[in-house]
């Protein structure tokens, strides 16, 4: 209960409120697996991005393939004793991306 019924009465402020969007990121939004997998590039040297998930199994292939499509990420090197693994750096697109506030 207040002790001053005036301050009840009187209707909420309103405020004016806007996104401010200033990044130049358009296009497609990376989903959440893709994110996670991005921005473990940020804190590798030369921006290498993970073969395994934090739990070690293998990075699904249709994450890597999209973020490549996409132009994240692109292909480093080919593993001569696994060549079906597909080791990859971020681009600097993919790492405005994934440090955008």
Known sequence: MFA????????????????LNDNEL??????LPELFYLRRGLAQAGGKLPLFDL?????????????????WAEPWFN??????WLVCKLTDFG???????
Do not use: H, M, Y
């Open 4 to 19: 001053d019924r005036e301050t009840v009465r009187r209707p909420a402020p309103e405020f004016d409120v806007r996104a």
């Open 26 to 31: 358009e296009g497609e939004v990376p989903t």
């Open 55 to 71: 739990d070690g199994q293998d990075v699904d292939a249709a994450i890597v393939r999209r973020c490549l499509g996409r132009g």
């Open 79 to 84: 593993n001569p004793l696994k060549p079906d």
């Open 95 to 101: 790492r405005r991306l994934v440090s955008a506030p």
